[in-house]
């Protein structure tokens, strides 16, 4: 067996504690015996939610020898409440051990970078693989495989139950229900998200009428009336759009293969045969449906009359850039809502309010990128907002926001550019739906729906602003190389079968923060020139991967993408770093 680079693996630091575990608290030393998996994740993290799907397989048949513990490792200032972790293992299933590091110890003592990203400790206490983004989980299963074996005939390896204790469960009509809509009826329907149901409740909000969805949704969000008085559902893990008669309660699959859509994968086609990556609202706006496709920071459209789907907006790279649709850059779109000419968009990951026009251009009313979040009312350009999940269009022109973790409804006016604060005190609001004269606010974390009336003055709070955690990167001014380290699985090799099996795609906020280096290539390694003018900024860096079973018999081999997206903070200093590395997967031989 080839040797395996070992690093000597930081102990497991959180001051939140541990969550699933029975209200034990661990150390490596008690998990010795054991593989141990650490997930750094966060709970506002798409590609975090798509990573814990990817391990869940892994985890039920390795059970007996690996332990999966997710370090939640914070961005925003919600996600270091420990309620709010609590909340977030139990909406999204998690069935494993949790340490809660709102201070982002652990995280700084194995280097992360990103979210998210994977570790393998060994059973003796070694750091042996490092990978970071999704589509590793056959990777780890191969070197879990290995190091059982390896491990076995050593004697190291320890067999036998895990520490994962599941919580008790509560009784409540709702369990973090995602997303509302009044039916013509007058009753309201809601998607109920941690029990993979929809829930019609009468028109008071509160008295269910009936559950629908047996199996069919696997934690549903959107929702969105259809000219023919169905709804559009999305059905966000499902990577599928779904259509509800109300009338017959029949349910059919209107887009999607089930499968999550990878880089490379069709980007239009025939509706069932596209792949799409969890679709967290739906809008019907002009004469087709607008999918909010979070999974990869786009908009997407269905033609129900072509049976088509297509990508309307955005280029997959995460970030805030305005401009003609196709080359606009989206965050983890989460909530639509249509007016007769503007789609409105919450655009969770850089905390803001943009918007598509007629001409298919995209604006910015509120917010100004990944790191910059909080709670400041006044004009749109210097208001912020805190991870907004949903939108809500007002009679008068205006749009309500479901400030999400402000636990805030707010209000932006096109024609004063003002933000103001409607209501607070809500729990993680993620979509509020006009009735009459009232606004009706899902709040998620409270399990209900709340009524509210619409005030003629908005609420006045104090106003704060945040950047996110995360320390920015020292960086010497002049060249800085740039090395994304990828190592192809055990038993796999770069398919190079159809040209280069890398890319790699590099831009900056701002654009003068690089005087060179910007743009897209093959090569995982690069030469970056950057302007000490300049200062600081954020170095948004795109890499992706493709490997293949190594067997020359196999004329058909299985093949794999790995692929992360990094918003690296930097500071330019001259004590600064002259190379910055990015764990895609393997581990930094150079460190």
């Not at 369990?175 to 829930?199: C, E, I, Y």
């Not at 409804?409 to 009232?438: H, I, M």
């Not at 005030?455 to 995360?470: D, L, N, S």
């Not at 699985?489 to 690089?514: F, I």
Request: negative net charge.
């Amino acid at each position: 067996m080839a040797t395996r680079a070992r690093v000597r693996a930081p102990e497991l630091i959180g001051k939140g504690g541990w969550l699933n575990t029975g209200d034990k608290q661990y150390t490596l030393a008690d998990l010795r015996g054991r593989i141990v998996v650490l997930d750094f994740w966060t709970f506002c993290c798409i590609n975090c939610l798509h990573v814990l799907d990817e391990l869940r397989e892994l985890e039920e048949k390795h059970r007996d020898t690996v332990v999966i513990i997710g370090v939640h490792s914070p961005k925003f200032v919600h996600e270091a409440e420990h309620q709010a972790v609590v909340d977030a293992v139990e909406r999204y299933q998690v069935h494993h051990p949790v340490l809660d590091d709102p201070e982002l110890a652990t995280w700084k003592q194995y280097a992360v970078r990103a979210w998210p990203t994977l570790v393998v400790i060994d059973p003796e206490g070694y750091v042996v693989a490092q990978h970071a983004g999704e589509g590793h989980a056959h990777a780890i299963e191969k070197l879990v495989e290995e190091l059982e074996a390896e491990h076995a005939a050593k004697g190291t390896l320890r067999r036998g139950d895990g520490p994962y204790v599941a919580p008790e469960p509560v009784a409540t009509d709702l369990r973090f229900p995602g997303k509302a809509l009044r039916l013509p009826s007058g009753n309201f329907l809601v998607s109920d998200s941690t029990r993979h149901q929809l829930v019609e409740l009468e028109a008071d909000g509160e008295s269910v009428v009936r559950r629908i969805g047996d199996g069919e949704f696997n934690e549903p969000q959107g929702l969105a009336l259809l000219p023919d008085g169905r709804v559009a559902v999305a059905d966000t893990v499902n990577h599928a759009i779904r259509a509800y008669d109300p009338e017959t309660g029949a349910i059919e699959l209107l887009a999607g293969t089930g499968k999550q859509w990878w880089q490379g994968s069709p980007t239009s086609g025939p509706a069932l045969e596209v792949a799409l990556s969890s679709p967290w609202d739906v809008a019907w706006w002009g004469d087709r449906l607008w999918i909010a496709m979070a999974g990869v920071h786009q908009l997407w459209t269905y033609d129900p009359r072509a049976g088509t789907v297509q990508v309307a907006a955005g280029t997959t790279n995460e970030g805030l850039v305005d401009g003609p649709a196709a080359e606009a850059w989206f965050a983890q779109p989460s909530g639509l809502a249509a007016t007769e000419d503007r789609l409105w968009i919450a655009d969770s990951e850089t905390s803001a309010v943009r918007w598509i026009d007629r001409d298919l251009v995209v604006h910015t009313a509120v917010g100004t990128g990944l790191f910059d979040f909080g709670h400041r009312d006044g004009k749109a350009g210097q208001a912020l907002l805190q991870h907004p999940l949903g939108v809500t269009a007002l009679p008068d022109g205006s749009v309500a926001v479901s400030d999400t973790y402000n636990h805030a409804l707010r209000r932006f006016d096109p024609a004063s550019g003002e933000v103001t604060t409607l209501a607070t005190d809500l729990r993680e609001p993620s979509d509020a739906v006009l009735d009459g004269e009232e606004i009706v606010v899902v709040e998620s974390a409270r399990h209900r729906l709340t009524r509210l009336r619409l005030p003629e003055e908005a609420v006045r709070v104090e106003p704060v602003a945040h950047r996110t955690q995360r320390a920015a990167t020292d960086v010497a001014p002049g060249t800085l190389r740039l090395d994304v380290v990828f190592e192809a699985p055990a038993g796999q090799k770069l398919d190079t079968r159809y040209g280069p099996s890398t890319r790699l795609l590099v831009s900056s906020t701002p654009p003068e923060l690089l005087r060179s280096g910007d743009g897209a290539g093959t090569d995982l390694s690069r030469e970056l020139e950057i302007d000490a003018a300049v200062g600081e900024g954020v170095l948004h860096v795109s890499a992706m991967a493709a490997s293949c079973d190594d067997d020359p018999d196999n004329e058909y081999p299985a093949c794999h993408v790995h692929q992360q997206d990094w918003g690296v903070p930097v500071r330019v200093t001259d004590g600064g770093g002259s190379r910055l590395p990015l764990v895609l997967a393997g581990m930094d031989r150079e460190q």
